[in-house]
């Protein structure tokens, strides 16, 4: 996976909306920006992609964006990677994160990742009750 550059990590920093609803973690060993669980913009090597509408998407590829691919030919729906550049643009940029932000608030929230056992209603090692216990 690529990494950004601590360049590209700052600038993006500073283009993340402060909002309390707004956090940022790793992913793909890189940064990104979430709201309510749904990731709405980030970082992958030097590029920053955003989480916008097909007609949105539209708009950035004519600029000279193109589609998020985190592994050639497996483009990540909704998503669209900013012509490169974008750091001396901050403007433009931040226009763009905050129609992301704006996006992805209005998905429904994501909840926490449910296990396969949980799924299935199987016991995990956690919530198991010990076989000494169960046997008393």
């Known amino acids: 996976m690529p990494k950004p550059s601590e360049e590209a990590k700052a600038s993006f920093q500073k283009l993340v909306p402060l909002d309390p609803a707004v956090s940022t973690r790793p992913m793909f060993g890189n940064l990104s920006a979430f709201v309510n669980g749904n990731m709405f913009c980030g970082l992958f090597g030097e590029d920053l992609f955003v989480r916008v ?27 669209v990677v900013l012509p490169a550049g974008w750091q001396k643009k901050p403007d433009a940029v931040r226009t763009w994160i905050v129609t ?33 216990a169960a046997r008393r």
């Open 53 to 79: 509408s097909d007609e949105d998407q539209a708009k950035v590829r004519k600029q000279g964006g193109k589609a998020f691919e985190p592994m050639p030919g497996r483009a990540m729906t909704g998503y």
């Open 100 to 132: 992301a932000l704006s996006w992805s608030r209005a998905l429904p929230p994501k909840g926490a990742k449910v296990t396969k056992a949980a799924k299935a209603g199987k016991p995990t090692g956690k919530t198991a009750p010990k076989k000494a």
